[in-house]
């Protein structure tokens, strides 16, 4: 148990488009599903996608792509009901991308998975912890997906983490609780510390909305991050999707995930 005696605030993190550039894998996937069962009809741009996201309740990317594939056929003038296309066959088409044909164990991954760039090095962690700031992950990735990218590529021992199949998908708060009353318990933590937490999404701002409703007794603080795909954008793009977050809830609103040190968490507290 590593002692936190001084920690002023928990941070909790996302971790698609805030830990690794997602935007030639998961969205890359997405785009591929929509495009292979709408039979090459419509390929979704990333403004696209993060249009569809910035409504709030399509973060999980596999009911991403099947509301994206509806909405082409109710363009053509079918109900959904009409449309011929399983859940089980969008998930297993889009993980036939993102992991590669090989779905057993990630070491035999193949697929967009092992491209993803990283935003953020395990030194970054580390002065967390000499900072006296606990950490932990709440992610709509799937457990295996998250612990890939989190012990196997930047080398953290066992992190706390709470992944897609553990608790309901954001913005419902309750995955965010489990990693905080973790952390609490695991270092001892005063059980009115504030929380921060940094994610990408309008759906990650919302879920500190419907934290503070829940758990008043604590400060939830949302820590909006620009995703790479929209820094690279840049300009009149990148100002909106920032307002889109900070519209949704966020305290303030990072280029890189890396800005926010132990000196901006103890402002925003």
Request: glycine share 10%; net charge negative; aromatic share 10%.
């Amino acid at each position: 148990m590593t002692a936190f005696p001084h920690t002023t605030a928990i941070l909790v993190f996302d971790i698609d488009g805030v830990l690794r550039d997602v935007g030639n894998s998961y969205r890359r996937a997405l785009a591929d599903t929509v495009e292979q069962f709408t039979q090459g009809g419509y390929r979704p741009t990333p403004e696209d996608i993060d249009t569809l996201k910035g409504e709030g309740i399509w973060n999980n990317d596999w009911e991403g792509s099947q509301e994206l594939i509806l909405r082409y056929f109710e363009g053509q003038g079918q109900s959904r009901d009409q449309v011929p296309i399983t859940y089980d066959e969008i998930v297993a088409f889009f993980q036939s991308r993102y992991r590669g044909p090989n779905q057993g164990e990630n070491d035999q991954w193949t697929g967009y998975i092992t491209q993803e760039p990283l935003l953020v090095g395990k030194d970054y962690f580390d002065q967390l912890t000499a900072d006296g700031v606990p950490w932990g992950f709440f992610s709509g990735a799937t457990r295996g997906s998250a612990r890939y990218v989190l012990e196997r590529r930047l080398g953290l021992t066992s992190p706390v983490l709470i992944a897609m199949e553990d608790a309901p998908g954001k913005p419902d708060p309750i995955g965010l609780f489990e990693v905080v009353d973790h952390l609490t318990k695991q270092h001892q933590l005063s059980p009115d510390l504030p929380v921060l937490y940094a994610g990408d999404t309008v759906a990650d701002m919302q879920t500190l909305g419907y934290a503070e409703t829940q758990r008043p007794q604590r400060r939830w603080i949302g820590v909006g991050v620009l995703p790479p795909h929209v820094t690279a954008i840049g300009g009149d793009y990148a100002q909106s999707y920032r307002d889109s977050l900070t519209k949704a809830g966020a305290a303030v609103v990072v280029d890189a995930i890396t800005q926010l040190t132990a000196q901006t968490i103890q402002s925003l507290r």
